[in-house]
């Protein structure tokens, strides 16, 4: 087939926005079974049920193997064709729980075993697996995966079994670091079940070996010690020269290694392939998996882009495609609008060759097609494919330390220097505002009492108040002059746009107790895949939120607990991802934050004023952490106003409500959240001292969410923040001097205090 000489029409099996998954996999009749069979998620399901039917059919019971079954028959097996004493014992998926492994006594009757698997079974309590398999003093292989004693994290367990067994090689699929030529020869094939080796066998069988494959091992040295991150490792060379019998390493060829130099060649990593319990429900096992096939686009018209991505799954042909860096085909997707509006558009991709394809040659895409080294290619492919872990850890580790050693020092409290705008001849100041609120409730005699003061023009205005960025075009397009107040700072984007945020606070806090984990996914992904294998590896929580960086409500952010959803989801725009705050503070059950109000007078020297008036915004759902509730927004998210039922609650039942639940004084909270928001502005003003401007005012929002010990944790800062709420309703003020807040009153106290200098319901932080 000629390059470009074809054009194949791929049909879309499933087509959903993320939000909708869920529901659509548990509804739409057969949707479950078809993605099910297409992403190699139901082969056990299909395995029980044919058996099942083969069991009723032939009248044979479907129980488990018994386990003393198994044990006589590998005895009698070590008998007749050995010595007689069992060496290698698997006992997998067999139900066998703490106790059973007691009364089994297998050290007692075994005390030669080289290899022992309990894969797959019911063991819970680690000091009851530490007295068993202690005894195996030859012990060189145990694996215990897939155990409930490892939900909650290996690294006491496997610190007590690698002391106690010093000869143990192989722990849990991976190599200890006392491996050495029995863990090679296993990788290569020469030991296994029927031929274990004796504890005391000296055998350089390795010398004679041809392939090896040391995928996926944890290997941390080989040869003068030398480190292998990775499927191939750093020491590839190194293995070659030392066993120069090896024609094939790990998949690929020797002399091809040994041509090229190089110690890791991404075209051979090992694909990720769907990981499942037995009891986890077909459409968790699709959530999952999907992310190694979904390709993903957003609608636009002549009017607007779509708010939220489209992703689809191809068909069961094009989902067969596999990666290639030097791919022969291309696949794109394509919209047929048979009455040319989006409405009546039905999706399909198109694919075409690129290069000469050959009978027989397999048809190969790029899944990062356009994507090079410059938007962290290698890291991205970490959604297909076990990239070196090591290398991701030490990125981590150095990103990390670097943090850890960044500290701020305050910047020395100066006298106020800024000074009411007051016009000499007492006239009300001029006010332009393209902001209702403020429209309607600027009431305030010295910003206008009748309507011939409000500004119909910005040029016109003494202050102008609005919503839409000021920049140099703006200024010459409007008549705009640097004598004119405006209500927002010069490079106010590092604090209201989230990457910059959390980049201002790194720079200059390093890594405080108040800011979660924070990523910028456009240039520290490989740190974030580090800290996310480190975490895995040390049982911790591995829980993140995407949120994109310039969206306001939500908009096409995401909770997830995996890997190559995290990286995929860069796909639909830049993004930060932010360790999720597992265990919130919670209200009767329901999630909850707090949006504050901050008044910024001067960035230099730093004068800047917390509102009286804060609020509170609900979840209308009960708090869970089960993965199904990842994708209800309605649990996961506390902003109602723009979809939801809105759950208002006043501040001073919430408050009180909230000191009794949980027997704490929200005073104490209030002081922390106080330090929090001072410290958030003083990193603004130290990072980017080209904020200050004399003729800068403004107002910006500040989420805030309390963890399960009432700390508080920054969530974001906005600009201009909707303030329908503080307008709308009258407020009991439940800190500073208490009183009233009338609503009508919000905006006046505003102006007063950023223009007049009157510090009215607010206070100086």
Known sequence: ????????????????????????????????????????????????????????????????????????CDVREAKEKGDGKLRWLELEGLDIDDDMLLSLGLSTRF??????????????????????????????????????????????????????????????????????????GFCAGIYGKDNPANADQA???????????????????????????????????????????????????????????????????????????????????????????????????????????????MDELGSALRHSDEPN?????????????????????????????????????????????????????SAWFHTPENYFIQEYEKHNKKLQSTSLVPPTIQSPETKSIRQPDGRPLRVY??????????????????????????????????????DEDMKKATGITDQQYINQFPFEACLVMKHHLAETIQKTHGSPQWLQPTYNLETHLSQLIGDYNVRKREGRDNLWILKPWNMARTIDTTVTD??????RLMETGPKICQKYIEQPSLYRGKKFDLRYIVLVRSMHPLEIFLSDCFWVRIANNQYSLDKSSFFEYETHFTVMNYRGRINHKSVKDFVAEFEEEHQVKWLDIHTRVRNMIRSVFEAAAVAHPEMHSPTSRAMYGVDVMLDSSFQPKLLEVTYCPDCTRACKYDMDIVVGEGGVAKGCDFFNNVFRCLFLNENLQVSPL
């Open 433 to 470: 505002t393209d902001i209702p609120h403020v429209e309607e409730n600027l009431t305030h005699p010295e910003f206008m009492i009748r309507l011939a003061y409000l500004a119909k023009e910005p040029k016109d205005a003494d202050i102008i108040w609005t919503g839409v960025q000021v």
């Open 329 to 381: 085909f291309r696949v794109t997707p394509f919209l047929f609008m048979p009455e040319g509006n989006l409405a009546s558009a039905v999706s399909f991709s198109i694919l075409w060759p690129t290069q000469n394809v050959q009978k027989g040659e397999e048809c190969t895409r790029d899944f990062l097609p356009g994507i090079g080294e410059d938007k962290q290619r290698s890291a991205r492919l």
């Open 111 to 184: 005390p030669d075993l080289v290899a022992l698997s309990l894969f797959g079974n019911k063991l819970n309590r680690a000091e009851v697996i530490v007295q068993e398999v202690i005894k195996f003093k030859h012990l060189k292989g145990l694996w215990l995966n897939n155990n409930p004693v490892l939900k909650n994290g290996d690294d006491e367990l496997a610190g007590i079994v690698l002391k106690e067994l010093p000869e143990l090689e192989i722990y849990n699929s991976t190599f200890t670091s006392n491996f050495g030529e029995w863990a090679l």
């Open 203 to 313: 055998d350089s069988s390795l010398q004679s070996v041809s392939t090896l494959d040391l995928s996926n091992r944890n290997i941390h040295n080989l040869i003068n010690k030398v480190d292998i991150p990775g499927p191939l490792g750093g020491s590839a060379i190194e293995i070659l020269e030392s066993l120069p019998g090896i024609s094939e390493l790990n998949g690929i060829s020797a002399s091809k290694i040994l041509e090229t130099g190089k110690h890791v060649i991404d075209a051979m990593l090992l694909p990720r392939l769907p990981e499942w319990t037995p009891d986890e429900p077909l459409a968790d096992r699709i959530i999952s998996a999907m992310w190694q096939y979904l390709m993903t686009y957003r609608l636009a018209d002549e009017e607007k882009l779509d708010e939220t991505s489209v992703w689809y799954v």
């Open 562 to 567: 995996n890997l190559p959803a995290i990286i």
């Open 1 to 72: 087939m000629a390059k470009n000489s074809d054009v194949f029409l791929i049909d879309h099996a499933w087509t959903f926005r993320l939000s909708d998954a869920y529901k659509q996999l548990r509804e739409v009749p057969g949707l479950a079974e078809r993605m099910g069979s297409l992403m190699c998620v139901d082969i056990d399901m299909n395995l029980d049920a044919e058996a099942e039917v083969n069991d009723l059919t032939n009248g044979v019971s479907s129980d488990k193997p018994d386990v003393m079954e198994i044990l006589e």
